[in-house]
C-alpha cells in the first residue's frame, strides 16, 4: 500500500425511494455516461467510477445534485478508493 495515484475509484450504489426505481438508476448511470474522462462498469449491485478525483467526485456531486433535486427520496452510498483499480479485470483469487 502507500502507493499514491492520480486516479481515484469511487463505488456507488443508488437507492430511489419511487415505484419507478429503475429507470431513476439507468438514467443516473447514463449521465455518469455523458462525463468526459471516466470509466465505469456497472454489475447487479453497484456502479464503479475510475478517473482523476475532479472528474470522479465532480460527476457522482453533479448526478447526486440532479436526482435529490427531484420529488422522489433517494439514498447514496458512495466509497472512494486513492488507487488506480482496474475496474474491469476481475481480482485474482488465487
Do not use: C, W
Amino acid at each position: 500500500m502507500g502507493e499514491h495515484s492520480e486516479n481515484i475509484v469511487a463505488d456507488i450504489s443508488m437507492y430511489p425511494l419511487a415505484e419507478d426505481y429503475k429507470a431513476a438508476i439507468i438514467a443516473f448511470i447514463k449521465a455518469l455516461d455523458d462525463r468526459p474522462g471516466l470509466q465505469r462498469v456497472t454489475n447487479q449491485l453497484s456502479t464503479q467510477l475510475r478517473g482523476s478525483f475532479d472528474d470522479v467526485t465532480d460527476a457522482i456531486a453533479e448526478g447526486m445534485k440532479t436526482v435529490m433535486s427531484g420529488p422522489d427520496k433517494v439514498i447514496f452510498a458512495v466509497k472512494y478508493l486513492n488507487a488506480d483499480l482496474e475496474i474491469a479485470r476481475p481480482p485474482d483469487l488465487s
